[in-house]
């Protein structure tokens, strides 16, 4: 596992031990960006099931300003405070240990909205269309902003969820990334 392109192309980044986390291969990340910059001239990023930080530190490289991390594994947060510290990105992110839905509460109190968010839980489909529907609710995102999920091959996620509307599909093998932009009201 490495960063794939930017700044800190070819970095190699540390794994989360164990069987708990499911890191984003090299070839989903490549095309995952590929489908939604490839590059970014700045920007504000999510990676809410962070793991290693795989997703979050491939959108620092390639130009986002600023990632926040969240993993409710410590394991999890300790790799990914290595793995920022070797790509030297320790002023452009924030690590949180939370679940999901408590760190959607805690950004909301902090008014934060993003251009991109990663979401990678594990492979269950309503936690996705639920997060997905709060972030809508509480305009965790910004207009023209995307979410980026990957979730298993046989899961067929809406077309819409609230003012999100599915822009892009891809399958990868046993591996789906479906892609999400918040379009402009009209």
């Given at each position: 596992m490495r960063v794939v392109s930017g700044s800190c192309k070819g970095r190699p980044l540390k794994?989360?031990?164990?069987?708990?986390?499911?890191?984003?291969?090299?070839?989903?990340?490549?095309?995952i960006f590929n489908m939604i910059g490839p590059?970014?001239?700045?920007?504000?990023?999510?990676?809410?099931?962070a793991g290693s930080g795989g997703l979050g530190l491939?959108?620092?490289s390639r130009g986002l300003d600023k990632v926040i991390f969240i993993d409710r594994?410590?394991?999890?947060?300790?790799?990914?405070?290595?793995?920022?510290?070797?790509?030297?990105?320790?002023?452009?992110?924030?690590?949180?240990?939370?679940?999901?839905e408590r760190a959607i509460k805690a950004l909301i109190k902090r008014?934060?909205?993003?251009?991109?968010?990663?979401?990678?839980?594990?492979?269950k489909k309503q936690q996705l269309v639920s997060l997905m529907?709060?972030?809508?609710?509480?305009?965790?995102?910004?207009?023209?902003?995307?979410?980026?999920c990957e979730h298993s091959f046989d899961v067929e996620l809406p077309r819409n969820v609230g003012r999100f509307t599915q822009i892009k599909h891809e399958k990868y093998g046993i591996i789906?990334?479906?892609i999400y932009s918040r379009?402009?009201?009209e």
């Open positions: 794994a989360v031990p164990g069987n708990s986390t499911r890191p984003t291969t090299d070839k989903v990340k490549e095309a590059y970014f001239d700045g920007g504000m990023g999510l990676d809410l099931f491939e959108a620092l594994e410590s394991k999890a947060i300790q790799v990914i405070h290595e793995n920022i510290k070797a790509c030297k990105f320790e002023e452009k992110a924030e690590v949180f240990r939370n679940d999901a008014e934060i909205s993003f251009d991109y968010i990663f979401l990678d839980p594990p492979y529907e709060k972030m809508d609710e509480q305009e965790l995102v910004k207009t023209n902003g995307i979410i980026i789906a990334v479906t379009m402009v009201e």
